[in-house]
């Protein structure tokens, strides 16, 4: 069975850091394009980030520039969302999801996605 499992969220204060993880299992990551999603209650998902299958290229939204940082380690079948600085508008609960093979523009702008976590909750409050 194909799974993208996300953890590392929480609740935390204003201008704190969050890292989130997410684990493949049944296939491997190296062929796939990782993207980051979030969707805050009452709205549509966005695209935060998303990074290429091989040579590293990211994306990311204009809001999330500068203080997020996602990457990758293949080995570990794993890739990571490093949030900084968070803002109370950050919290949202926070999906990672896979395309084989995919481009991260059409991924995170529109949601070119072959398979989601389950998603992992992020508060920002004081």
């Known amino acids: 069975q194909l799974q993208l499992v996300e953890s590392g969220g929480g609740l935390v204060q204003p201008g704190g850091s969050l890292r989130l993880s997410c684990a493949a299992s049944?296939?491997?990551?190296?062929?796939?394009?990782i993207g980051w999603f979030r969707q805050a209650p009452g709205k549509e998902r966005e695209g935060v980030s998303c990074i290429s299958v091989s040579d590293g290229s990211t994306y990311y939204a204009d809001s999330m520039k500068g203080r997020f940082t996602i990457s990758r380690d293949n080995a570990k079948n794993t890739a990571y969302l490093q949030m900084n600085s968070l803002k109370p508008e950050d919290t949202a609960v926070y999906y990672c999801?896979?395309?084989?093979?995919?481009?991260?523009?059409?991924?995170?702008?529109?949601?070119?996605?072959?398979?989601w976590g389950q998603g992992t909750q992020v508060t920002v409050s004081s």
């Open positions: 049944g296939f491997t990551l190296e062929y796939y394009a």
């Open positions: 999801a896979a395309a084989f093979l995919g481009s991260i523009q059409p991924m995170c702008v529109r949601r070119s996605v072959g398979l």
